[in-house]
Nanobody, 126 residues
């Protein structure tokens, strides 16, 4: 059992930056692959970035490559998403998620994640 709480969302101008945080409590975060997803109105909840248990393997959606960076600090039970050069198309509710796994690989499929946070709104003005 793990609880996830996102923070750091807000309203920013296009070209600006935000850093999202996801604080985990309960079972140690090192047992989980972690991911960031986003969902805009009328769209599916899609993976933005994912990171392996050890933090050494990452994945990014093509739309955010070069702009977003996922990282984790297992000692602090926290995963981060640094978002730079934000675009209006990045506007969405961002969710963090945890996938309990023994494999040190990012989890890319939404249905494989076991736990979800409540989400944090990111709005990028044009």
């Amino acid at each position: 059992q793990v609880q996830l709480v996102e923070s750091g969302g807000g309203l920013v101008q296009a070209g600006g930056s935000l850093r999202l945080s996801c604080a985990a409590s309960g079972r140690t975060s090192s047992s989980y692959a972690m991911g960031w997803f986003r969902q805009a109105p009328g769209k599916e909840r899609d993976v933005v970035a994912a990171i392996s248990r050890n933090g050494d393997i990452t994945y990014y959606a093509d739309s955010v490559k070069g702009r977003f960076t996922i990282s984790r600090d297992n000692a602090k039970n926290t995963v981060y998403l640094q978002m730079n050069s934000l675009e209006p198309e990045d506007t969405a509710v961002y969710y963090c998620a945890a996938d309990w796994t023994y494999a040190n690989s990012p989890t890319l499929e939404r249905v494989r994640y076991d736990y979800w946070g409540q989400g944090t709104q990111v709005t990028v003005s044009s």
